[in-house]
């Protein structure tokens, strides 16, 4: 077994990594500049959605918590008439970036400690690289990319943005993988 203690260099260097490869795909590539779209009427919408001074939260529309009144005329006329949304609702505002990119950056590190973890109990100390890679590669893939599924089928966000942000997820698995790969420890 592989202790998470001696692999906090792969851990730290591979959550800097793919800390900064994420930046350059979002910054340089414009794959994702279609991940939502501008709804009609934008600045009448936001006029008119102003003045219920909504706080920041997430939101359903229509929204029912009760089965009975899920089941309710009332609710399937609401349904049926439209339209039905999720929307987040943020601040208003500059949209600061500082505190996302230091959650994303502990993102990062928990999926590299648990990387560790996985590859630690399953691949021995002097093991080689591919053994390494393959295990770093699927664990932090899966959490890199896998939930990003339930959004699509629960919540109906476009497949085609959820499978985008699943090859982001593939490329940050590579250069995790690489990494652990690299400097696992020897025998």
């Given amino acids: ?34 991940d939502f779209k501008k709804i009609p009427s934008e600045d009448q919408v936001m006029d008119d959605l102003r003045k219920y001074n909504i706080p920041p939260g997430d939101y359903m529309v229509p929204y029912t918590s009760d089965n009975k009144e899920r089941k309710s005329e009332q609710f399937r006329e609401k349904m049926n008439k439209g339209p039905m949304f999720i929307a987040t609702v943020f601040r208003s505002g500059e949209m600061g970036m500082g505190a996302s990119l230091f959650l994303w950056f502990i993102y990062c590190l928990i999926i ?18 591919l053994s390494v890679f ?36 593939l490329i940050y698995a590579l250069f995790t993988a690489g990494v652990f790969g690299w400097l696992w420890p020897g025998a």
């Avoid at 793919?18 to 979002?26: A, D, E, G, M, R």
């Fill in 1 to 34: 077994m592989v202790t998470i203690v001696s692999l906090w260099l792969p851990i730290l260097l591979s959550a800097v990594i793919v800390f900064v490869i994420s930046s350059v795909l979002h910054m340089v590539f414009t794959y994702h500049n279609s």
């Fill in 112 to 129: 590299s400690i648990f990387a560790a973890y996985i590859t630690g109990h399953a691949i021995p100390a002097g093991a080689g690289y």
């Fill in 134 to 169: 393959r295990f770093v590669g699927a664990s932090s893939f899966a959490g890199y990319s896998l939930a990003l599924m339930q959004d699509s089928i629960w919540f109906k966000k476009n497949w085609s943005t959820t499978i985008k942000s699943m090859f982001d997820g």
